[in-house]
């Protein structure tokens, strides 16, 4: 049986249509029918080969939603027809000490579902069973796919540093920064959303947020001094990290989940004065992605998502790739 996907065939390149014959399937492995796949920034890093790993042909693909259609034989847990999810993290060793503490995604061994493998722009997908989550009934497949990497991406740091009494800043309301908005609200947390765009003060009260604040008004940011207990960053650009630390109270967080390339111009007594930090944070654990699922079935967490048919798949990359994506692009197999 072989998979038909959409591959690109070089940095830059549109997707077009591939098929490729899947491995055997293996003891721990399902075969899932895939119905949605988010779009996550990552997947235009891999089409462009931003990070020097990706070969090619590669589909990308790995926020994905689907229905298990094949067990392995030591599967435990799933069934055929079970709707799961799969996020960017396929496999660990499961027995070294980050994994046997819970941390998969700090495993040395660890596998991505679309790095040296196919991913989930496509019909079907094999990946350990282990790495497969099941969806909450109460979420729907096309808001549930982009929690599998933008939900878990800022479900973790807030998971690990907000509290009930916390002031939370969110920095970016974008595909992440929608995310860490409704879940800190959730949480109980009072939330600041900042934003370089003024037009998205509806939006993110919308989201949850208590307060909104341009970055770009200097009269608003020297408001916000020494207003917050943890600042969630989501933006992928540099930033004066200085004035962002003064933005924290004494015990502060700075929790990086964007990339950004220059260096963090932090002085050391800015940490020390206020026994402040910087943290950063990737993914997520297995059981922070099933208690993730379930926290955000429970609250009506949703993904803002633009749905459209797999076959537009060039259309909607192109989307995210620019930033115009509302808030999260999600491909929907149509055959
Ligand atoms: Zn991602
Ligand atoms: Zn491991």
Same mark, same amino acid.
């Given at each position: 049986m072989s998979v038909k996907g959409y591959a690109a065939f070089g940095p830059g390149e549109a997707l077009k249509p591939f098929s490729y014959e899947p491995d055997a399937l293996g003891p721990h492995d399902v075969e899932i029918e895939v119905t949605h796949c988010g779009i996550c920034h990552s997947d235009v890093h891999l089409i462009d080969n931003d990070w020097g790993i990706t070969k090619y042909p590669t589909i990308p693909g790995h926020e994905v939603v689907g229905e298990v259609a094949g067990l392995g +034989?030591?599967?435990? /847990?799933l069934a055929k027809g079970d709707r799961v999810g799969v996020g960017w993290q396929a496999g660990s060793c499961l027995h070294c000490e980050w994994c046997v503490s /819970?941390?998969?995604?700090? +495993? /040395?061994e660890q596998s991505a579902v679309c790095v040296g493998r196919y991913g989930g722009f496509a019909e079907a997908l094999r990946v350990d069973g282990r790495f497969a989550f099941p969806i909450p009934k109460a979420i729907s497949s096309e808001h549930a796919s982009p929690l599998l990497c933008g939900g878990i991406t800022v479900y973790t740091p807030l998971r690990a540093h907000a509290h009930p009494w916390s002031r939370v800043g969110v920095v970016g309301i974008g595909g992440l920064g929608h995310f860490a908005v409704q879940f800190a609200k959730a949480f109980g947390c009072e939330v600041t959303a900042f934003s370089t765009t003024a037009e998205k003060e509806k939006e993110a009260v919308e989201l949850g947020a208590h307060h909104f604040a341009l970055c770009s008004d200097a009269k608003q940011m020297k408001k916000a001094a020494?207003?917050?207990d943890l600042i969630v960053s989501t933006v992928h650009v540099d930033m004066d990290w200085e004035s962002w630390m003064r933005v924290?109270?004494?015990n502060g967080v700075l929790a990086l989940v964007g990339v950004s390339d220059g260096p963090l111009n932090i002085a050391p007594d800015t940490l020390l004065l206020g026994k402040k930090a910087v943290v950063g944070s990737t993914i997520g654990t297995r059981s922070a992605m099933r208690e993730m699922l379930e926290f955000a079935g429970r609250h009506g967490i949703r993904a803002w998502a633009e749905v459209v048919p797999m076959s537009q798949v060039n259309d909607a990359v192109d989307r995210v790739r620019k930033g115009k994506a509302r808030y999260r692009m999600v491909l929907k197999q149509t055959k």
């Open positions: +034989c030591e599967v435990k /847990g /819970g941390q998969e995604n700090r +495993c /040395g020494e207003s917050l924290l109270r004494p």
